[in-house]
């Protein structure tokens, strides 16, 4: 096995186990926060017979209740998918990143590679962003 392929074999490794263990651990944290912030159990599909209301009140205030439940899980969907986004970004700049190093990029170009891999981590897991938005407490 020449060694270029052993460099090929563990590049792959270091993306799969990246982006494995990433979205492992994301499976493990959304489960884990099932369970300590939601009602103590897992999820699980249950279908349940839905039942509308016919007085004009209870109408609409089941109309309300059902958009507000719409748009949270539109924000955690967002939120989600956000996450998974700045995970294969975070993947990608990794890889480039050891691929650089194998190349023989500077110490000063590797430095500038984790700068931006850090402040992508700073705004989008540590919401910083929030804390400097007009009108927004944190």
């Known amino acids: ?69 719409r748009m949270a899980v539109a924000r955690r969907v967002a939120a989600y998918r956000s996450g998974a986004t700045v995970l294969v970004v975070l993947a990608a700049l990794t890889v480039f990143e050891y691929v650089m190093n194998l190349v023989g990029i500077s110490v000063f170009g590797l430095f500038v590679i984790a700068l931006v891999k850090a402040a992508i981590i700073v705004h989008y897991f540590m919401h910083v962003a929030t804390v400097f938005a007009a009108g927004d407490g944190h």
């Open 1 to 69: 096995m020449t060694t270029s392929t052993m460099y090929a074999l563990a590049a792959a490794a270091v993306l799969i186990l990246t982006a494995g263990g990433g979205v492992g651990l994301a499976v493990l944290f959304r489960l884990t926060n099932q369970l300590v912030v939601g009602d103590g159990r897992l999820p699980r599909v249950v279908l349940e017979r839905v039942v509308v209301p016919t007085e004009p009140m209870a109408l609409l205030r089941w109309r309300r209740e059902q958009d507000e439940e």
